[in-house]
């Protein structure tokens, strides 16, 4: 137990520190203060920030619409209500939505998985909330839905992606709406690129509303992903060639995304995919450091973080383009995204 002089010094020493935080946080809001009255002041500056916060929330809801339409379908067969698919044309005309015709999108027969029939349900709904959320968020800025092609055709963008990637076709094709595992599978290619496309946006946002829509859409996706990783991984277990599909859908996505590594914002790393194979996991415990096998539900750097794409690299991922020329329009997006960011990556 502290006797009086030693109680008063710790007592002291907390005054000292208190006021130091105190001093640190003041500093910290006059900084702060001062470089928000610098942008306050200049109207060019807030306009251009208004005007890229808009672009990078519009870009986001391209690739919620794709996410939307294809989930909606897997599910009951059915796209969005004409509600949800209008806005303005200015910076890209309302497209339809290719189904196809000799796999055209539809409900999948999830048969005896019902647990997966549930995730896509919840995953739908999801994803519908995001576009209405969004189309409100931008209010008359929103712009309206592009042509999205979710065809399981053997001429649509979800053969071709197999067939870049290497992933075994049938009969020539890859349907995602043929079987619950290959819905597992369209879905991965979809959710793992949201997550790293909003990981490389958002901090490029700078009305803080938008930050918090953006977080917030994020943290769900991240959990679409993790659900999606973790049913390939379990039937993976039982099945091999699910979990080697999606090491090669990783390495075609990190080949087609091209070969940069930025300090950001945002941070992008070259070659930093993942599919959910198991691997060495470091781990430091009281006992020791330690390496063994580990799932791999989460696809993370040595810090533990899950890297980010530029706009740009996730269009080459949607318009699967494989060429060394940037792109402004193919694959799931045969006439581009609507909007203000619609080139892809020259690699």
């Known amino acids: 137990m502290l006797d009086e002089p030693q109680l008063v010094a710790a007592l002291d020493r907390r005054v000292r520190r208190r006021d130091e935080r105190r001093d640190f946080f003041k500093a910290a809001i006059g900084a702060a203060a001062i470089g928000a009255s610098a942008v306050a002041f200049s109207p060019k500056a807030t306009a251009q920030a208004a005007n890229l916060d808009a672009d990078i929330l519009n870009f986001a809801l391209n690739l919620e619409y794709l996410e939307a339409q294809f989930y909606s379908y897997a599910f009951d ?200 194979a198991s691997r060495p996991t470091p781990l430091t415990t009281e006992a020791g450091a330690s390496t063994a096998t580990g799932s791999n539900f989460v696809p993370t750097d040595a810090n533990g973080i899950t890297f980010g794409r530029t706009a740009q690299q996730v269009l080459n991922i949607v318009y699967l383009n494989t060429a060394n020329a940037a792109a402004e329009l193919g694959g799931f997006f045969p006439a581009g995204v609507n909007g203000g960011i619609r080139v892809s990556a020259t690699k």
């Open 77 to 276: 067969g059915t796209g969005l209500p004409d509600s949800l698919l209008g806005g303005s044309t200015a910076q890209g005309a309302r497209g339809s939505v290719i189904v196809g015709t000799t796999n055209p999108a539809r409900a999948v027969n999830f048969g005896g998985e019902p647990v997966i029939q549930q995730y896509a349900r919840e995953i739908a709904a999801d994803e519908r909330a995001h576009v209405a959320f969004l189309r409100t968020a931008l209010g008359s800025a929103a712009v309206a839905q592009p042509t999205i092609n979710i065809s399981g055709d053997p001429d649509g963008p979800f053969t071709a992606a197999a067939t870049a990637a290497g992933v075994p076709l049938t009969n020539g094709v890859f349907d995602p709406y043929a079987s619950p595992d290959n819905f597992l599978l369209g879905a991965y290619l979809f959710e793992d690129v949201g997550v790293t496309a909003y990981k490389g946006s958002s901090s490029l946002l700078t009305n803080t509303t938008f930050l918090d829509a953006a977080a917030g859409i994020l943290a769900a996706e991240a959990f679409h992903a993790g659900i999606i990783r973790g049913a390939l991984y379990r039937r993976g277990q039982a099945i091999p060639a699910l979990v080697t599909a999606t090491e090669q859908i990783a390495t075609a996505r990190d080949t087609v995304d091209g070969s940069t590594t930025q300090a950001g914002p945002p941070q992008t790393y070259a070659n930093d995919d993942q599919g959910v």
